[in-house]
């Protein structure tokens, strides 16, 4: 079996069992009574979901010798951030929070597994072609928005996923100061990663010319 082939199956197995532990704990939450959308609200269920996504067309295309352009790798990269903050704030803030119904081998795999795996996935197989760093603006949209959202929704229904987002938690100049300090941490996490993806060579090089994505 060829390296590419090796690495597609990576990629496509890490992408799976995410989506099977997703799929598992949403069955969970929904029995228990809790609303859908309370699930897809964790910035933890994102940052998976679009990992788990990126990385199944990333086995695809990497199967087919093929790279997709520079707006994908953008994506690309905004998932990695996603997953390198979800296991460094889970790590920092969230260790020792009690986590519900939550299974272990789920809590596991998507706060310590994934992002590692996805992280060391951008390193190995970094981009052919280079992310400019004017397209950081385009990064760091996701995680202003879901703030944005969180704070937002959060007022209106009395319902935060995350315990330092809740104004009861320290009045809302703590929530202002976590949110500035996630906003940086995205945009550094962001620089470092696009600098790195620019500067290492893919160890599997496309066999075809890269399709520009819009």
Same mark, same amino acid.
């Given at each position: ?72 790798? &953008? $994506?690309?990269? /905004? ?6 903050? #979800?296991? +460094? @704030?889970?790590?920092?803030? %969230? =260790? ?51 703030l ?14 995350y315990?330092?987002?809740n ?7 703590a929530?202002?100061?976590?949110? &500035? $300090?996630?906003? /940086? ?6 620089? #470092?990663? +696009? @600098?790195?993806?620019?500067? %290492? =060579?893919?160890?599997?090089?496309p ?8």
């Amino acid at each position: 079996m060829t390296t590419r082939r090796i690495l597609a199956a990576i990629r496509f197995i890490l992408g799976a069992v995410t989506l099977i532990a997703m799929g598992t704990q949403l069955s969970i939450h929904v029995g228990n009574g809790f609303p859908v959308v309370n699930f897809f609200s964790y910035f933890t269920n994102l940052g998976n979901l679009l990992a788990a996504v990126v990385l199944m067309v990333e086995a695809v295309l990497i199967w087919r010798g093929k790279e997709l352009g520079p707006l994908w790798q &953008v $994506l690309r990269c /905004v998932s990695v951030v996603c997953m390198a903050l #979800v296991g +460094i @704030v889970f790590s920092a803030l %969230l =260790r020792n929070v009690d986590l519900g119904s939550l299974l272990p081998w789920v809590n596991t795999w998507m706060h310590y597994i994934m992002p590692i795996a996805v992280v060391a996935d951008w390193l190995v197989q970094s981009p052919r072609l280079r992310i400019p760093l004017s397209k950081l603006g385009i990064a760091v949209i996701f995680p202003l928005v879901y703030l944005a959202y969180s704070l937002i929704r959060g007022a209106a229904i009395d319902w935060y996923a995350y315990p330092f987002l809740n104004p009861a938690n320290g009045g809302y100049g703590a929530v202002a100061v976590t949110c &500035v $300090l996630i906003a /940086v941490a995205f945009i550094v996490t962001s620089t #470092v990663l +696009i @600098v790195l993806g620019n500067k %290492l =060579r893919p160890l599997v090089p496309p066999v075809q010319p890269a399709h520009v994505a819009a």
